[in-house]
């Protein structure tokens, strides 16, 4: 979930100097920040189930496996996100100890607040990065996944994952059911279900 804060428009290095300072964490797009709020409950066990999974799946590997608290540079002048899950297995990132620069795999889970711009200009953005193959959206009020693979370097495939399916990352050679990235989650009623 995303609020904006006003400021006057930065430079990426202002925004990095700035927010090294701050208690939250801020998103940077074109000069602007926007403070990154918590989510729900839901929203979390699902990041939470898939970087568990991809931590123990990559154990030894060299790739590293990232949530929310680490951020992405797009390009040298921006934006940065912090998506909710991320994996590199560049070694340039090794020993990065600020932002990731070289992802393969991205994945934001979806709040109704955010789903659009995560599905568009987010992703328009992500798709400036040279190494990242796939991009995946988690919805977290029901069982279903997008995953947004590479075929060019300005064509990507999409594909549906919906209950009873299996998952399939192969950015990092994983593969799962469906329901393992929704263990542990209740979701809210339906609207008229009493």
């Given at each position: ?21 701050q ?40 790739c ?7 951020k992405?540079q ?6 940065y ?15 990065a100890?600020?932002?990731?620069q ?67 990352l192969t ?5 799962d059911?469906?329901e ?15």
């Amino acid at each position: 979930m995303i609020a904006e804060l006003k400021f006057n428009p930065m430079t990426p290095q202002e925004y990095l100097d700035w927010e090294a300072t701050q208690e939250l964490k801020y998103d940077y797009v074109d000069g602007e920040v926007f403070a990154m709020t918590g989510g729900t409950i839901p929203h979390n066990l699902v990041a939470l189930n898939l970087a568990s999974a991809l931590k123990t799946h990559l154990r030894g590997t060299g790739c590293l496996v990232f949530m929310s608290d680490v951020k992405v540079q797009v390009s040298e002048n921006g934006p940065y996100y912090y998506p909710d899950v991320m994996v590199s297995c560049d070694p340039r990132d090794r020993n990065a100890t600020a932002l990731i620069q070289y992802p393969c795999l991205i994945v934001e889970v979806l709040s109704p607040s955010t789903a659009d711009y995560d599905r568009k200009d987010k992703f328009a953005r992500y798709r400036q990065i040279p190494t990242l193959q796939e991009y995946v959206l988690i919805d977290a009020e029901q069982i279903g996944v997008d995953r947004y693979r590479r075929l060019s370097s300005r064509r990507w495939d999409l594909q549906t994952y919906l209950a009873g399916e299996t998952l399939d990352l192969t950015s990092v050679d994983w593969q799962d059911a469906i329901e393992l990235l929704y263990e542990d989650v209740q979701f809210a009623p339906a609207l008229g279900n009493n």
